[in-house]
C-alpha cells in the first residue's frame, strides 16, 4: 500500500488545526544548528513519529541580571518611604536550538489552545493573564485598568497584591505532567507528547561562557568578531567537536523540579501548572465578592469590605496567604519584599498602618485617585525606543 506523505496529526484536539504559522519567525542566533525556516519543518514537527525519533539538541544557559530598587523601612510604624536599596535580580534563561525552538513553540501553542478550552469551561478564563492567545487587542494597560477601576467602585477594599520567589525554577513536574494531561483530556500522554514533556523538564544544557570561550580558541578574538558581524558563522560546531565538547561541557536538570524559562512551551506551563490553584483562589474571590488577577507569578486579590479594622485585615491576609501556602508543593514561594496589603478608603490608598501609599501593578502606579506610569516603566520604554533607533541607524548605513 502507498503511504501518504501528508504529515501524520499530532493529536486530536481542535486546538492543532489552529496554529499561526505566520509567528513561527526564523531567527539568526548562533546554536548548535543551522536556522532554519518553518517551511521546511513544519511537516516534520506536526508528524508524531517524527517527533518521537527526534534527538533534541542542548539548550543554552546563561544569567540575566537586572538592577532594581527596593524601598525599606526599618520602623514598621513609619511610611515606608524611607530608604531605597539596589538589588540585583538574577533570570536563569536558557534557549533551545532552531528545530527544538519550533518543536516547542508547536506543542506550547496546541496546550495552550487546549488551555483555553479548559479555563472557560472550569471559570479561571479571566484569571491567568500572561502567555494568552485568546485575548487579542488587549496587554497589560487593558489588564491593570480593569483592577483599578473594580476598586474605584468599592467603598472601601483590601488588596492583597504578591509575586513568587523564582516561579519557573521550582514548578513541580509531577504537577504539571498531571495537569497537562487533564488539560488535554488524556489518561497518560502519547509517546510524542511524553518526549517533549521529558526534554522539557529534564533539560539538558551547556553554559554559553563556554561555548565562548570554544569559539574564541577556535577563531581567535578578532576572525570571531567579524565572522558573527557578517553572519558567515552558521552554527557553533560540527558534529564531531559537539561529540567531544558534550564530554566536559554538558549539564543536565536531574531536580524533580524547575523548567527552562525562554522555551517556546515553558509560557504556557506556567499557566498549567497552576490550574488547580486558580480554580480555588477565584472560588475564594467569588465567595468575597472579589476579583482575583495573575500575571504568571504575580497575583493580585482586591476584597470589598464595608468598614476595614485591624481585625479583619488580619484575619482576610491570614486566610489567603495560608491558602497559597497549602500550594508549596507546587514550588510556590511568596516572596515577601514584593507583597503588598494596602487598603482602599475616601479616594486613598493606604499600607497596612494606614499611611498613605500607591499600588503598583503591572506597571503602573495607582494612587486612589490617578494612574501614573512605573517610573522603571518609562526607563524600559525610552531603553528599548534607543536601541531601536540605533538599530535602525545602522541598518540605513548599509542599505542605503
Known sequence: MKQSNRPQQLHNLPSSSEINWGKYKTKYYLHFDEPVKIEYVKDKIQNKDWVVKYPFLPSIHFKMTFKRYVTISKDKSLPIHQQKVKKIKEREIYYAAHKDRFIYKYYGDCLNNAYNKYAIDNGIDDVALAY???????????????????I????????????????????????????????????????????????????????KTDIDAFLEKKYGEKKLKRLLQQRKLKKIMLPSEFRVFKKKHLYKNKKPYGIPQGSGMSAVCSNVHLIHFDQEIKGWALNHKAIYRRYCDDLILVIPVDNVSQELLANIKDDVIQRILSYQPLG????????????????????????????????????????????KSLFKYYSRAYRKAKTSRKISYVTN
Open 132 to 150: 494568552r492567545n485568546n485575548k487579542p487587542g488587549k496587554n497589560n494597560v487593558d489588564f491593570a485598568f480593569e483592577v483599578f477601576d473594580f
Open 332 to 375: 510556590l514561594e511568596i516572596q515577601e519584599e514584593k507583597t503588598e496589603i494596602r487598603i482602599y478608603r475616601n479616594d486613598t490608598i493606604f499600607d497596612e498602618n494606614m499611611h498613605k501609599n500607591k499600588l503598583d501593578y503591572l506597571g503602573f502606579v495607582f494612587d486612589g485617585q490617578t494612574i501614573r506610569l512605573r517610573e
Open 152 to 207: 474605584l467602585n468599592q467603598k472601601q477594599a483590601i488588596i492583597i497584591s504578591l509575586d513568587f520567589t523564582k516561579y519557573f525554577d521550582y514548578i513541580n513536574h509531577k504537577i504539571l505532567k498531571q495537569n497537562i494531561k487533564t488539560v488535554l483530556g488524556v489518561n497518560d500522554l502519547s509517546k510524542d507528547w511524553y518526549k517533549v514533556f521529558k526534554n522539557l523538564t529534564q533539560f539538558t544544557y551547556v553554559h
